[in-house]
């Protein structure tokens, strides 16, 4: 109050020198005092009511602290399913200064919590700081267990840790929140980078305030591919694996993993090793046969071969260097059965026919060659020759000589499959009317409609047999590249991938898998995508087909048979 009777003076004693004060004057004064006692009795009462909400609540001068934390809001699926929540829990820390016997103190916590740092421990305790933290995210056992101890100067602070009930199912999309429960990785980062970490320091986050940050994943389709991805990683003794469920005509993301993963509840440094990392959006690689897609594409789109038209296919050598089939099918091919046969010198060809810069700048419109657009924040930049030459675009055409990222390849064949029109994926909701108006349209629909023939007939006849599920009509095309170890091609490990499209007579989404280095099964000819990339996506259209409403079509002999039920 001291304050108070200064000020009260200083006011009383400037009214005495002044001879007739104004009544407005008078009034101004009288105000100023009433702030002054308002002010004063306003902050007693606040510190009144804080050590009454944070004070003494124990033994021995321990507390625990209640003062507000900020939520995150929850993250959900498309159907409002959760994928990441908030649970309290309960932080350690000291007040060193109060802390009476540094010693016993040390052993006294070490009972409970054996595996901190003895040595880090003490010197906190002994130290004249007026706080520091000991240990953070204690189970309820652990707090009462340390609360029993009674060592003054020892309390506990309320906080939020993320939980994610899924576990390692959607790692890589849904990132993590670091020991302060701020977004550093994944959609929690994008949360963060999207206005809620400015909602946290202006203290208007709260959890009733919040609505749920809902995602375009599908959890049960996620559920599929992640378990998929398990099972193909065993059975075929691969390094990693991945897997994406993309909406042709949204962008829309449905699914998409990386393994391997690890558990969000229990990261630790996992996401720091390099075996981590997500190979679908963050790392790039040649895609190998899977490429044939845009060359072929692009043959058809720039009009220098039609679907019924005929190409060479016997050896030629450019730039010193001899282009060669791995299978021989014949002197010349179709358009559809160069795709069919996976045929390198039929697709170096048909690059030869549409030239570099058109190459190169049909790459570009489908974004194969640039760091794609989209919210996750954990996207690389494709690679490509720094000059193009012949040579490089006939290699590119059957995928050598341009890495990019699996995500990027999915992407840009859904663009050849939808009508032709490239949509920047997504990973949040997003409606076919709001994908209209960003849509691009990068090829002609009658080479999208032939696209559409020529995937249908691989995956009946050709390489992606494996892939087609009775019912569900899946089309699409494989791809078997050689991995690059010290600048040469290493023959015997492999980086291969199926891109596939489904019900392909009406494409609705893009399913794509990638095994990396995968082991020939026993009975098996090789290790070729034929034998492992397409039957995973074949396992992952028959487990997320119901979730994803896509009814199967046996034809005419199975409507007659459902309508005998």
Partial sequence: MKFLSIATARIVGRSKRTER??????????????????????????????????????????????????????????????????????????????IVDADEATEAVLTVLPDLDAGVLYKKLNSKAGFAWLSRGLTPTQQQAIF?????????RTERRRFYPGGAEAAHVLGLTNIDNHGISGMEKYLDDSGFRALQATGLASQDGLSAFKLSIDRNVQHVVHQ????????????????VVLDVDTGEIIAMASLPDYDLNEAGNAPLQKENLNRMSAGT???GSTFKIFTTAMALDFGVVSINSRVATTPFTVAGHTIREFHNEGSSLTVPEIFKYSSNVGSAREADMVGVERHQ??????GLLSKMQTELPEV??????????????????????????????????????????????????????????????????????????????NGEEGTGRQANVEGYHVG???????KVEHGRYNHDKRFNAFVGAFPIDKPRYIVMSIIDEPKVEKGKPNAQAGWNAAPMVGNIVRGAATFLNVKPDFGEVGAGLMRGF
């Fill in 476 to 482: 699409g095309k494989t791809g078997t590249a050689e």
């Fill in 21 to 98: 004060p104004h009544p407005q004057h008078h009034r101004s004064r009288t105000f100023l005092t009433s702030i002054i006692f308002f002010s004063v009795f306003s902050t007693i009462l606040g510190r009144l009511v804080w050590f009454g909400v944070t004070g003494q609540n124990g033994i021995d001068g321990m507390f625990t602290s209640s003062l507000p934390v900020s939520d995150r809001p929850d993250i959900v699926d498309r159907n409002g399913q959760i994928l990441a929540t908030d649970l309290k829990t309960a932080s350690l820390y000291a007040e060193p200064r109060r």
């Fill in 228 to 243: 998929e991805l398990v099972r193909a990683m065993q059975e075929y003794r691969a390094i990693a694996a991945g897997g």
């Fill in 285 to 287: 690689f040649e895609m």
């Fill in 380 to 457: 690389a930049m494709p690679t490509q020759p720094k000059s193009w030459k012949k040579i490089n675009s006939m290699t590119i055409a059957f995928g050598h000589g341009v890495s990019t990222t699996p995500l990027n390849t999915a992407v840009a064949a859904a663009a050849l499959i939808n009508g032709g029109y490239y949509i920047p994926p997504t990973f949040l909701p997003r409606s076919v009317e709001e994908a209209n108006a960003i849509r691009k349209q990068i090829a002609r629909p009658t080479t999208s409609q032939d696209m559409r023939a020529i995937f249908k007939l």
């Fill in 148 to 156: 029993n101890l009674g060592i003054p100067g020892i309390g506990f």
């Fill in 361 to 366: 700048e049909f790459l570009t419109r489908l």
